[in-house]
């Protein structure tokens, strides 16, 4: 979507990330202005697809470009409303969706209602909008809730690390003798 709107371009967020300037622009955007329909409604799992979505909003960003007379890649005036939109859209989809995995878990008995945790990790967890409604998710049915400061949260390489210095202060799965493992390079 960042890329489809040009935002590089964009005096604001011309040297942020796809996900990051769509997340400054929202902060001023009005979601109510466009109203995108979920992706997947009519399935009743835990899956995520944004396919759908991404197709809407393209759709809406060409109607816009010829309603306002402008060219591909120029900027549109209602790009913070485009942006609060997908956000808030990207974010309900993802709440729904992990909702439905944990009263998946719940039910199956793959995990305990009394000590759930919820951890949220990667580049999605970055964004504060999205981070603060699966917060409220994990409160709401008493998960803890577990995402590192946004900072980590860039690059999975970084996240990757961050898990094994979890797993090293818990003492969970951590080798403490690398005798008889063998490396090799791909």
Same mark, same amino acid.
């Given at each position: 979507? !960042?890329?489809?709107?040009?935002?590089?371009? @964009?005096?604001?967020?011309?040297?942020?990330?796809?996900?990051?300037?769509?997340?400054?622009?929202?902060?001023?955007? =009005?979601r109510?202005? @466009?109203?995108?329909?979920?992706?997947?409604?009519?399935?009743?799992?835990?899956?995520?697809?944004?396919s759908?979505?991404?197709?809407?909003? =393209?759709?809406?960003?060409?109607?816009?470009?010829?309603?306002?007379?402008?060219?591909?890649?120029?900027?549109?005036?209602? &790009?913070?409303?485009?942006?609060?939109?997908?956000?808030? !859209?990207? !974010?309900? @989809?993802?709440?729904q969706?992990?909702?439905?995995?944990?009263?998946?878990?719940?039910?199956?008995?793959?995990?305990?209602?009394?000590?759930?945790?919820? &951890?949220?990790?990667?580049?999605?967890?970055?964004?504060?909008?999205?981070?603060?409604?699966?917060?409220?998710?994990?409160?709401?049915?008493?998960? !803890?809730?577990?995402?590192?400061?946004?900072?980590?949260?860039?690059?999975?390489?970084?996240?990757?690390?961050?898990?094994?210095?979890?797993r090293?202060?818990?003492?969970?799965?951590?080798? @403490?003798?690398?005798?008889?493992?063998?490396?090799?390079?791909?």
């Amino acid at each position: 979507v !960042a890329r489809r709107l040009s935002l590089r371009k @964009h005096p604001e967020c011309h040297s942020m990330a796809g996900g990051k300037a769509i997340e400054h622009l929202a902060q001023t955007g =009005n979601r109510q202005q @466009h109203i995108f329909r979920l992706p997947m409604r009519q399935y009743r799992n835990c899956d995520f697809s944004f396919s759908g979505l991404q197709n809407l909003v =393209n759709k809406v960003i060409t109607q816009k470009e010829k309603e306002e007379g402008i060219q591909e890649g120029e900027i549109l005036s209602c &790009v913070e409303d485009i942006a609060a939109a997908v956000q808030h !859209a990207v !974010a309900v @989809h993802i709440i729904q969706r992990t909702y439905r995995a944990m009263l998946f878990c719940i039910k199956n008995s793959i995990l305990s209602s009394k000590s759930a945790t919820l &951890v949220v990790s990667g580049g999605v967890a970055s964004n504060q909008y999205i981070r603060k409604g699966l917060q409220t998710l994990a409160d709401a049915n008493d998960f !803890a809730f577990l995402c590192p400061p946004p900072r980590l949260c860039t690059d999975n390489g970084v996240m990757i690390a961050w898990n094994g210095v979890e797993r090293l202060r818990a003492g969970l799965g951590v080798l @403490h003798s690398t005798d008889g493992i063998r490396y090799e390079p791909k």
